[in-house]
């Protein structure tokens, strides 16, 4: 049995429009059996993240934010059902009042638990509509709860992947030539309770599933024709890549190029599975094609943009040396505070990061380092990473921008800057 994985994220169903493109894109791609997985719709993580911030800000159930989220569903739903019994409206009901009820007798104080057990519900009321949505529609499905198929730790916000149970789950539930619909981003711990995968990551949810099914082939449906050498958001005149190799696809993917969750791809290259990075616009089109081996097709600068980045220098109070010894103990603090580091440098005397504070732990971390150490920080900085860099790229970039760091190696040119 080989299927093939196919992955909507939120742009793809954001409206009722866009959840009816899903039946064109499906009939283009001739997708008669195989696994669906989907994000929450358009941005109703970030909605949810708000009931989150506002349930722990003011300790009490926050009607608005709330309604907010329930009010965006009701209302797709409405246009999507026109029977207005139509046994949808009753299981999205049932996601909104157990939501409604953790929130009334939760006595937990862990703000990534609460988060996990809030935020999850945003991919199940996208697959319940979806899976309605196609039944209703003539597209047979099975939906299946991603908690009884992936399942981690208890790392809330960040779990990690337990392969050998979820392995186990996914070829007992996923074992029939069908449809199978779930979720992306959420799984469950060894207790049942939810947990995420780290924002946006569907993608890697895909690649979950694919690796322990040996699939054919995944495919991610985007907004955007497939991987471009830069996001069409900061720079005009993109190119389409039309090949790529695992290796680029990974690197692009970690310096911050968020067309695809860098998690994603590794399961896939163990396994040798193709991604096709797709346009959910103009599904007919060949997107992009990442897999082992292949060549850059068209060999031309990748231009990668991470925002929010703090430069953080460290050197020793007492004029010593910056040495092995106490750069793995600021490593271990980067990783007791959940600190990302993308890119280090180190001098004789001083020790510089560029980090990323995603949980919000940076001045925990100040406060210790100011212990032992002096440090320098700047905040507000952008990351640059060109792969295959030449001169006139690099003037791209710099162009009325100061400086902060630089590196270059053979492939990888990177810069902070301001
Ligand atoms: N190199 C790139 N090529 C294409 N899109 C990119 C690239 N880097 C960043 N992006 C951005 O990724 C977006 C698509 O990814 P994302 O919004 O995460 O999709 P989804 O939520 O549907 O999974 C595009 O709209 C684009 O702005
Ligand atoms: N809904 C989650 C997971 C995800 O992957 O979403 P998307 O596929 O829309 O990036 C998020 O927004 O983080």
Not at 249 to 271: C, D, R, W
Not at 335 to 362: L, M, P, T, W, Y
Request: proline letters at 3%; charged letters at 20%.
């Amino acid at each position: 049995m080989s299927k093939r994985v196919f992955k909507f994220g939120g742009a793809s169903i954001k409206d009722a429009d866009s959840v009816r493109n899903i039946l064109h894109v499906l009939s283009v791609s001739n997708f008669t059996d195989g696994i669906i997985v989907a994000s929450a719709m358009g941005k109703m993580t970030n909605a949810l993240e708000e009931v989150v911030r506002q349930y722990f800000d003011h300790k009490i159930f926050p009607e608005d934010a709330f309604r907010q989220v329930k009010d965006f569903h009701t209302d797709i739903c409405t246009a999507l059902f026109p029977d207005t019994n139509h046994s949808v409206f009753d299981k999205i009901e049932t996601v909104f009042e157990d939501l409604k009820n953790f929130m009334q007798s939760n006595q937990s104080p862990n703000y990534n638990f609460v988060y996990d057990q809030i935020v999850s519900c945003g991919e199940m009321l996208s697959t319940i509509i979806l899976s309605e949505f196609l039944q209703e529609n003539g597209l047979e499905n099975i939906w299946v709860d991603a908690k009884n198929l992936i399942k981690t730790d208890n790392n809330y916000r960040d779990a990690n992947v337990d392969w050998a149970w979820t392995q186990k789950n996914i070829k007992e539930v996923i074992s029939e030539d069908k449809i199978y619909l779930t979720q992306g981003f959420i799984g469950s711990d060894p207790n049942h309770f939810s947990v995420t995968l780290g924002r946006e990551g569907s993608d890697y949810s895909a690649a979950i599933l694919a690796y322990c099914l040996n699939a054919e082939s995944v495919a991610i449906w985007k907004d955007v024709p497939g991987v471009l050498n830069a996001d069409p958001r900061h720079f005009e005149d993109t190119t389409l890549l039309q090949q790529i190799s695992y290796k680029e696809a990974i690197e692009m993917a970690f310096y911050g190029a968020s067309v695809i969750h860098p998690k994603t791809l590794q399961p896939l290259q163990n396994k040798r599975i193709p991604l096709y990075v797709k346009s959910f616009v103009n599904p007919g089109l060949p997107g992009t094609s990442v897999s082992g081996g292949a060549d850059l097709i068209p060999k031309t600068p990748i231009f990668i943009v991470k925002p929010n980045q703090i430069l953080l220098s460290v050197s020793s109070r007492d004029f010593s040396f910056i040495v092995e010894k106490n750069i793995s103990q600021l490593f271990e603090l980067f990783e007791q505070f959940r600190i990302k580091v993308n890119v280090i440098q180190n001098s004789a005397i001083s020790f510089s990061v560029c980090i990323e504070d995603k949980f919000g732990h940076f001045h925990q971390l100040l406060d210790k380092l100011n212990t032992k150490y002096k440090t320098t920080y700047n905040e507000g900085l952008t990351l640059y990473t060109i792969r295959h860099f030449n001169e006139e790229s690099i003037q791209k970039v710099l162009q009325n921008k100061t400086i902060f760091l630089q590196q270059i190696n053979r492939e990888t040119m990177q810069v902070v800057v301001k």
